[in-house]
């Protein structure tokens, strides 16, 4: 389909902003595995300090660059699934409050106001600026959603009473009405609670009430991003191997079952809070496992596609077809398959270390410890990451009439990523295991063997993730010189959006996984059951805490305690 003007603005700049400052992004994760590894010996970088690092590392790279790319794929792809155009008018509403908002919170996050990372856990406290920009971020998400999609959709139904919705836009509209819901409590958290705190309204709130809440929409939150990724699995890796997605009706079933068990799991990032009652935390944790279940289903089908694919290119034997795949293919949109399999490889991690962490007891072992930090690189910053920046470089390349540029450089950039995230990985992994903890500077550790908080059985596997970290940055780079140079290449024709979108190979209809509404009242009956209570536990059992609520006047010390670690080295 065309797409000019306006509309080819926005998509596009929906695609360059998040991705420059994805750049920032990476270069702070670079500083954190150096500093955490004691190889860089300070604790601020270009006047950055630590955790003020690792607050834009967390919300830049996995909050807005995902949301942007959400919101520009989902655009683009419903755009071309329906064959009907966007409107102008709405997209513009939507770009103005999602960029102002970023750019609102990407304020108080440079200049020291917000310094609480990406969970924003009270008492840590940010100034207004932070989560208003949040909030105007995420309402900018919606609005194409509710007053686009939707009435796109309500028409082409008119005109199609008897077609099935096609899959990619079923998917935009799971993921999107489980971003809807998951806002509901983060929303309440923010505008009953820090914002009032954070204007100085109120003196004390809630903590373990705002951690309930903030976890409520948390992990649906790694659904949002994980089902954009599988919409590209169910829908483009097939036709890049040359065959046919395997079952349309078990990539409708996974998203079906994303729809039922991705939100009442929340508590399954509390258990160790002393607050909240065993049995509910038991119930979340049985909860988990069930959302596992359509991650088992893709794994699956996207083997079972990739192999009728490569038997069709002549693959045989058990094992023997493997080889066939596009693994290293330049010709067409080929390239793509290097993301999307790199990052299965990684999600294999992901997945295991997952259900580690969802097992009750086990989690007691690895929680708040870099075992965690291992398991969100190889799912968001693994599958989420890679697919997104596969989908970024082609929407570059098709919006603006270009050809992918420096494909050598776009084709091992992603392997480079995969090696590097899987030492890393490891490395933070067993590292877990002695207790390397997450969310600490740890390299002021190795300054002094004398103290205390000095552990030598640490530091090989922060130097081996240090190199890990290293390679993905090194396959980044690799990345940005064929990204910039498709962005600034001279046009070779129209702009247009289209996806390689693959046919399914068993395409028969089951209505009741097309049919969104049973399994979102399923959902609803679930967390009316889920929820309630551990809320109430957290509103009657959590200790409401007195904490110095930001103002200009009485701002957060950051500035002091920047000087006083750094006086600190500068003696050792
Ligand atoms: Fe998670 C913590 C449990 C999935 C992200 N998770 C986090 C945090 C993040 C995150 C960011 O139960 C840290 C939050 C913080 O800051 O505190 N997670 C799970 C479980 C799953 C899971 C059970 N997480 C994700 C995804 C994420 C993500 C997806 C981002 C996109 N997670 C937890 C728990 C915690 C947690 C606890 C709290 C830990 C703590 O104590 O703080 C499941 O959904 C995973 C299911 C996945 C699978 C894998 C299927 C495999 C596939 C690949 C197939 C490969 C092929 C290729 C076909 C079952 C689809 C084969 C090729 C060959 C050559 C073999």
Not at 173 to 192: D, G, K, N, R, S
Not at 229 to 254: Q, T
Not at 437 to 455: A, F, V
Request: net charge positive; aromatic share 16%.
């Amino acid at each position: 389909m065309q797409v000019k003007g306006g509309l080819r603005f926005i998509l596009l700049s929906e695609i360059v902003f998040p991705f420059l400052l994805l750049i920032l992004g990476v270069l702070l994760g670079l500083f954190q595995v150096l500093a955490r590894a004691g190889i860089l010996k300070t604790s601020h970088i270009f006047g950055i300090e630590y955790y003020q690092g690792l607050t834009l590392h967390g919300a830049i790279n996995a909050i807005v660059f995902t949301t942007f790319v959400i919101v520009a794929f989902c655009n683009a792809i419903v755009m071309y699934s329906l064959q009907r155009s966007l409107k102008s008018g709405i997209q513009w509403v939507s770009w103005v409050l999602m960029v102002g908002g970023t750019l609102m919170a990407a304020f108080a996050m440079l200049t020291g106001r917000a310094s609480v990372l990406y969970t924003f856990y009270p008492p840590l406290i940010a100034h207004w600026s932070f989560y208003l920009g949040v909030v105007l971020l995420v309402i900018g998400s919606l609005v194409p959603f509710f007053f686009d999609w939707i009435p796109n959709y309500l028409a082409w139904r008119r005109e199609n009473p008897t077609t099935r919705m096609p899959l990619p836009v079923l998917g935009a509209f799971v993921t999107f009405t489980l971003w809807f819901l998951m806002i509901i409590p983060v929303a309440i958290e923010i505008l009953f609670q820090l914002l009032p705190l954070s204007l100085g309204w109120v003196e004390e709130i809630n903590p373990l009430l705002a951690r309930t809440l903030f976890w409520f929409f948390g992990h649906p939150l790694v659904y949002f991003w994980l089902l954009p990724a599988y919409m590209m699995l169910y829908s483009i890796l097939p036709k890049l191997v040359g065959g046919k997605l395997y079952s349309d009706p078990a990539a409708r079933l996974a998203f079906m079952l994303f729809l039922l068990f991705s939100i009442p799991v929340g508590l399954h990032h509390q258990f160790t809070e002393g607050g909240l009652t065993a049995g509910w935390k038991l119930w979340h944790a049985f909860l988990t496992f069930m959302v596992a279940v359509p991650s088992f289903i893709t794994a699956f089908t996207v083997a079972a596609s990739m192999e009728y694919g490569a038997r069709q290119q002549g693959g045989t034997g058990l094992f023997g077809w493997w080889k066939k795949l596009p693994y290293f293919s330049k010709q067409g949109d080929q390239w793509m398959f290097a993301y999307f399999i790199s990052g299965l490889l990684l999600f294999l991690f992901g997945g295991i270390t997952g259900i580690v962490n969802a097992s009750y007891n086990m989690n007691l072992a690895v929680h708040n410890t870099s075992w965690v930090v291992g398991h969100f690189h190889t799912t968001v910053g693994g599958l989420v990451t890679l697919s997104f920046l596969a989908i970024s470089l082609y929407m570059v390349s098709t919006l603006r009439g270009t050809e992918v540029k420096f494909k050598g450089f776009a084709l091992y950039a992603p392997y480079l990523w995969l090696i590097g995230m899987l030492i890393f990985e490891v490395a933070m992994s067993i590292a877990g295991f002695y207790g390397f903890p997450r969310r600490s500077n740890t390299g002021l550790s190795y300054m002094d063997p004398t103290s205390i908080h000095h552990r030598p059985d640490w530091i090989i596997y922060s130097h081996i993730s240090a190199l890990g970290g290293v390679l993905a940055v090194v396959g980044f780079v690799a990345y940005m010189v064929s990204f910039l140079g498709t962005l600034f290449a001279k046009p070779v024709r129209e702009s247009r959006v289209e996806f390689p979108i693959a046919s399914a190979y068993h395409d028969n209809e089951v209505p009741l996984y097309s049919n969104m509404r049973p399994w979102l009242v399923g959902a609803l009956v679930l967390i009316a059951i889920s929820y309630p209570y551990p809320l109430y536990d957290s509103a009657v059992r959590g200790i409401v805490s007195k904490s110095p609520a930001y103002n200009e006047r009485f701002p957060v010390p950051l500035k002091q305690m920047q000087m006083q670690t750094r006086a600190e080295a500068e003696q050792k």
